[in-house]
């Protein structure tokens, strides 16, 4: 369970790292299966679902509940992001602590294969914690943030194959 936790911090002090960078990730490579979503819609619908559940996943694991394995809602790109999030929050000592909530999220574009979503992240009852236990939330961080998704479709179903920070609007 303690493993559980750690990785749990690991996740969610992965998903605090990518809300304070400024950096963007490169585009990615979708594999979608021959399958594919059905339509626009059933494509925005799998990937605010896929979203929600990883945040929600993030969410239980922070708290010690039992839930599935954020990481198990990620692929390519997200898939690797999360990784090293994660090696780098273990290595500095740093953690989230409290809720990332989500606001809204709004569809930007699909096709059969992919679905691309804006989400409006509220972080005002989050803050980023030390080892030590000091709070190190830096002062003027936003109390949103804006990210875009990308969800692409698998022979598992939709998984998050990118998540950038956005030029939207929260």
């Known amino acids: ?4 936790r750690h990785r749990a911090g690991a996740m969610l002090g992965a998903l605090a790292i990518a809300l304070l960078a400024s950096g963007c990730t490169p585009e990615p490579t979708p594999t979608p ?3 594919g979503f059905a339509s626009e819609e ?15 996943a993030v969410s239980a694991l922070q708290t010690g509940m039992q839930a599935i394995d954020p990481s198990k809602l990620l692929v390519g790109q997200a898939l690797d992001d999360d990784l090293a999030s994660a090696r780098e929050l273990e290595a500095t ?9 989500i606001a809204r999220i709004n569809p930007l574009d699909a096709t059969t294969s992919a679905a691309t979503i804006h989400a409006c992240l509220d972080l005002s009852r989050s803050r980023v ?3 030590s236990g000091e709070d190190v939330t830096p002062s003027d961080r936003p109390s949103s943030f804006s990210v875009e998704i ?3 479709w698998t022979p598992d ?14």
């Open 150 to 152: 990308v969800a692409i």
């Open 33 to 35: 299966s021959p399958t």
């Open 42 to 56: 059933e494509a925005f619908a799998a990937a605010e679902a896929t979203y929600r559940a990883y945040v929600d």
């Open 1 to 4: 369970m303690d493993r559980m």
């Open 157 to 170: 179903g939709a998984r998050i194959s990118s998540s950038q920070p956005s030029e939207h609007s929260c």
């Open 93 to 101: 000592g740093k953690r989230l602590e409290g809720p990332v909530g």
């Open 129 to 131: 914690i030390e080892s």
